[in-house]
């Protein structure tokens, strides 16, 4: 289980988390996933009970992820301003999140994908993945080497963890 973790985590942190990092979020997850009533107790501190709709271990995933890998917003237009924003101000967009305003979201979908896709060539691109079980916010996703989407995939399923695409995910959603 904790070498499934670190590889996801290393997948889809994409250089935005050390490997200290890493290991460190894999390893607390692992011990949470393993025996979920220790580690509770070891843990007072973790804000989880039986009522959230994913187990321990998924829990110390997500909410261990920083804002640079785990995107969470209501809108589209919200979800590519906090991605713009994790790339820095030397790195330009040829759209801006306020021209996904008023757009439907399957279409405003579509531009950050091709955006995404179109960066990072030689790692296939950026793909936007759904990742988890919504918590508070309408969008939760992750971005994904383009090469790395199959293997990502194989992993959560590996570790239980729920994850697609997201264009092809709302394309399914709403029969595209």
Not at 25 to 34: G, I, K, L, N, R
Request: with cysteine; hydrophobic share 50%; aromatic share 8%.
């Amino acid at each position: 289980m904790k070498a499934a973790l670190v590889e996801l985590i290393s997948k889809i942190s994409s250089g935005c988390m050390s490997a200290d990092e890493i290991l460190k979020v894999a390893d607390e997850a692992a011990q949470a996933y393993a025996d979920p009533q220790a580690f509770l107790t070891a843990n007072p501190d973790i804000n989880y009970d039986d009522t959230f709709p994913i187990p321990l271990g998924e829990w110390v995933v997500v909410g261990s992820l920083p804002e640079t890998v785990l995107f969470q917003a209501d809108t589209y237009m919200d979800l590519f301003a906090l991605i713009v924003a994790s790339f820095g101000p030397g790195v330009d967009f040829n759209i801006k999140p306020k021209q996904l305003a008023k757009t439907e979201a399957l279409t405003a979908l579509n531009r950050i994908q091709v955006q995404m896709g179109s960066m990072n060539k030689e790692n296939g691109g950026y793909t936007l993945m759904n990742f988890s079980q919504l918590l508070d916010d309408e969008l939760q996703v992750v971005l994904v080497y383009g090469d790395d989407v199959p293997r990502v995939l194989e992993l959560c399923a590996e570790v239980g963890i729920a994850a697609a695409p997201s264009l092809e995910a709302l394309k399914v959603a709403i029969h595209v």
